[in-house]
């Protein structure tokens, strides 16, 4: 069963609104003993990497949303 909360914030327009929402997780921190970069094309070879790899990740799972949606 789902659960319900109440969320108060900045609205758009006035009044109420009652919907699904996504509640994303604040960023994560950064680690400041890592040393600062001494090659910025590995570091940026690094970071499209990374990015790559997210991007590739929320693809497979728009598409596993889109499949669950075709067959309900």
Do not use: F, N, W, Y
């Amino acid at each position: 069963m789902a659960t319900h909360d109440v969320l108060h914030g900045i609205g758009v327009s006035a009044g109420t609104a009652a919907a699904p929402a996504a509640i994303v997780q604040p960023a994560p921190g950064v680690d400041t003993s890592e040393p600062g970069s001494i090659d910025a094309a590995a570091d940026g070879a690094r970071v499209r990497e990374a990015l790559a790899a997210v991007s590739s990740r929320l693809s497979e799972r728009a598409a596993r949303r889109r499949k669950r949606r075709r067959q309900s």
